[in-house]
């Protein structure tokens, strides 16, 4: 089979395309034919840190058919369509085929594309827990996206609007017509926004992408809000885990999310987009042996929503 391969030492550019052997599933594992992958900011940030699959192939993010189930398997059987997250286990869908514990997936709504599918888990689902399980979100509250371009991004600001809030986001000049789509009543620049002017505006933040001081970000909260940060600089997580309890000794929450796979989860958004509430934003769809390039794209930061490697087409 083809995959995408990392070895440490090719330059500039540390995938490389090429035939390797198919995957044999354990007992507990199903082998997965991939029709689709997308990309998520965990694959590069993985690979910048030095935290390799143990296969060499990243990529967690698949929809595709079940074409084996090992004997100690019931959940699925051949031929069933699927979606799945495979960080929990090591990645590997950047391949024609891929193992994966029954656990990491769901069966796929008929209504969903292979493409749309593979777009939703870890950005749909970080999103999801982001908003609920950390941010309590609630009806009429004035949240703020901060970093709303990419996965997670387009994702939280559709189910922040289908939670009833009131959505404002921060964003790049390239996204402004993405945000308005999307309904956000407020939309900031980041390259000109005035914070000053936001002084205790938001109920909830979220901080998907950027490189604030959590003063700034507390100064924007109303009397009783949250903050919850899911990405951008590695200082602004650490410096929310180690001050982040200290600083919520008041009314106001600081919190970090770390986010987990999850069936039931993963289940709801997928529900949400087969029904057309939400959308999985596509930027671009390229082939398997394109993603060493695609992923040098999304390392620059400035991506529209997902990009898809679609590696077979739909029979």
């Known amino acids: 089979m083809n995959a995408v391969i990392y070895y440490k030492k090719t330059k500039p550019n540390p995938l490389i395309y090429q035939s390797i052997e198919k995957p044999i599933p354990k007992d507990d594992e199903v082998l ?3 029709y689709s992958v997308s990309l998520n900011a965990a694959d ?24 084996e ?43 969903l594309s292979f493409d749309d599918a593979s777009a939703i888990p ?46 404002s986001v921060v964003c790049g000049p390239n996204n402004i017509e993405l945000m308005k789509t999307l309904g956000a009543t407020h939309i900031y620049n980041y390259q000109d926004i005035n914070f000053k002017e936001l002084k205790g505006k ?17 100064r924007m909260l109303s009397k009783n809000g949250t903050f ?8 602004q997580l650490f410096k929310t885990m180690i001050f982040g309890p200290i600083l919520s000794l008041t009314n106001k929450k600081m919190r970090v999310l770390a986010a987990k796979p999850n ?20 930027e671009q769809v390229v082939p398997l042996k394109d993603a060493p390039q695609a992923m ?20």
């Open 122 to 167: 870890m950005s749909g689902v970080t999103a999801l827990q982001a908003l609920k399980n950390k941010g309590n979100i609630e009806i009429n509250q004035k949240v703020l996206i901060y970093g709303s371009g990419g996965g997670v991004g387009t994702f939280a600001v559709q189910l922040a609007k289908h939670f009833m809030a009131e959505v």
């Open 202 to 218: 938001f109920d909830l933040i979220l901080a998907i992408n950027g490189k604030n001081k959590l003063s700034l970000y507390r």
């Open 296 to 315: 040098q794209y999304l390392r620059q930061g400035h991506a529209k929503g997902k990009t898809v490697i679609k590696v077979y087409e739909h029979e």
């Open 69 to 111: 189930v090992g004997s100690s398997c019931h959940q699925f059987k051949v031929g069933d369509e699927v979606i799945g997250d495979l960080s929990a286990m090591g990645f590997g869908g950047l391949a024609e085929y891929t193992t994966a514990k029954e656990s990491a997936l769901i069966l796929k709504p008929k209504h």
């Open 228 to 235: 919850v940060v899911v990405g951008g600089a590695l200082s």
């Open 32 to 34: 997965v034919k991939v």
């Open 44 to 67: 590069y940030r993985s690979m910048s840190m030095g935290i390799i699959p143990k296969n060499k192939i990243f990529g967690s993010d698949i929809s595709g058919v079940i074409e």
């Open 263 to 282: 069936q039931e989860d993963l289940k709801y958004v997928a529900e949400l987009c087969s029904q057309k509430l939400i959308k999985p934003i596509i």
